[in-house]
């Protein structure tokens, strides 16, 4: 039977990927590598650069493929992600079929499969609409959350207290409610907007790389800092990943 391994690969330090991913990538016959067009080649050259210091066994391919842009126009965002997912699928879909019968292929995911990644979801897709027969395994990895608190030296959570992790859509939308918010997948910078300027902002951007840029502070203080930065690097860079974690409160009050 074929085998696909979907692999966390960490949020761009190629320290992050652990043991556990380089014996996956190893036992891989195929590695399946996004391409996500000329503005994100860094996202590729991550990956490629992970496979060239990992990758030991003789034999194993690199196979490339582009990724389709989501299509907004005239349809919900459910409608669109949707969509998406099945011109994704179809390409899985090819991949895992151009695989040998006992052959094995992997997915590099940025961050962990579990958090924000629909590979799982598009990968069980396949399975449910192409007559192919294939398992699957999953390799957990550093996540964005983790790597954010490492460089802010800084716990998740507060004592004894519930966090919520959401999108910057969903903060608009719904403001800020849990004592410790991570915002993840926020387009809109819906932070500046929360009206709790004493809230506390962990800010940090292309978490891992050398390009990590990371700031914190009261948001009435550095919300407008944070809005700045965040528009040159994403100027400089053509993209931008960031992620930030508000907090109100502190440990042990009532």
């Not at 800092?225 to 009050?253: N, P, V």
Request: charged share 25%.
């Amino acid at each position: 039977m074929k085998h696909i391994h979907i692999i966390g690969i960490g949020t761009g330090n190629p320290e992050h990927v652990t043991i556990q991913a380089i014996n996956a990538m190893n036992a891989a016959d195929v590695i399946f590598l996004p391409l996500k067009g000329a503005a994100k080649e860094e996202l590729a050259e991550v990956r490629r650069e992970i496979c060239e210091r990992y990758i030991a066994r003789p034999g194993i391919r690199i196979s490339e493929f582009a990724v389709p842009q989501r299509q907004t126009a005239e349809r919900s965002y459910a409608q669109s992600v949707d969509t998406w997912h099945g011109e994704i699928a179809h390409i899985y879909g090819e991949l895992i079929a151009g695989l040998p019968e006992d052959g094995s292929g992997a997915f590099l995911v940025w961050g962990d499969p579990s958090l924000y990644d629909s590979t799982i979801r598009i990968v069980e897709r396949v399975r449910q609409q192409v007559d192919l027969d294939f398992d699957y395994t999953v390799v957990p990895g550093i996540t964005s959350i983790q790597a954010l608190a490492a460089s802010h030296k800084i716990p998740v959570n507060l004592v004894g207290r519930p966090i919520e992790i959401t999108t910057g859509r969903r903060l608009a939308r719904k403001g800020l409610q849990a004592p410790t918010t991570v915002v993840m997948l926020d387009g809109e910078q819906a932070f500046a907007k929360i009206d709790d300027p004493n809230a506390e902002i962990f800010w940090g951007a292309y978490l891992g790389t050398k390009d990590e840029i990371v700031r914190s502070g009261r948001l009435g203080d550095v919300a407008a800092d944070i809005l700045t930065l965040r528009s040159e690097a994403r100027q400089r860079h053509g993209w931008i990943m960031d992620i930030y974690l508000l907090r109100k409160g502190r440990d042990f009050e009532e």
